[in-house]
């Protein structure tokens, strides 16, 4: 297994991982001006040829403060390829500006009931830090080096 960091170069592999995992009525509009921009951040992890699995978010940067965050807006992995750890390593491919100080925090939301993603987030480290009446919840994740 390999995760690609997806850029100008390379954003064909994002077309694939696209037709799989996009959640958009007409996920057939692609977006390559999304490359461009070096705030946003996609991964997707190969098993073979294979997209096994995808993952994108944000940096967000503030007005009144230098430190940047990581915003995780969506993980998806191919279901004959769960439980293999995919999840893991493209969180951890996501993460790598918390390890390398560059961000001081990054955050998720998800639903009480995505068991899957609460035990994901959970397990690599991210903290409950909301989680209201309904179904949603945030987690997020600190820097080490604070
Ligand atoms: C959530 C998701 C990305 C996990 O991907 P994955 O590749 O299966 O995750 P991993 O194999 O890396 O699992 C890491 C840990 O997460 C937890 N986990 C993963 N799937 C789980 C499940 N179905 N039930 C309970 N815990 C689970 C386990 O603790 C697991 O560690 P373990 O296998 O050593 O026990 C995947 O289930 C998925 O794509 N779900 C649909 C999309 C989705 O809900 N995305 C999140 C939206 S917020």
């Known amino acids: 297994m390999e995760i690609i960091s997806i850029t100008m170069k390379n ?21 390559a001006q999304f490359f461009e921009n070096p ?17 994108y978010g944000y940096t967000l940067e503030h007005y009144d403060r230098k430190e940047k965050e990581l915003f995780l807006y969506s993980i998806d ?6 439980r293999q750890g995919i999840g893991k390593a493209l969180i951890k491919a996501f993460l790598q500006p918390l390890e390398s100080g560059s961000c001081d925090e990054a955050f998720v939301l998800t639903h009480a009931s995505n068991e899957a993603a609460l035990q994901l987030y959970q397990k690599t480290g991210a903290k409950i830090i909301k989680s209201d009446e309904g179904n949603d919840v945030m987690l997020a994740w600190t820097n080490l080096h604070k």
């Open 11 to 31: 954003k064909h592999l994002a077309k694939p991982a696209q037709a799989l995992f996009s959640a958009r009525k007409n996920p057939k509009t692609f977006n």
């Open 39 to 55: 705030n946003n951040h996609m991964f997707i992890a190969l098993v073979e040829k294979d997209v096994a699995g995808m993952i």
């Open 77 to 82: 992995v191919a279901e004959k390829y769960r």
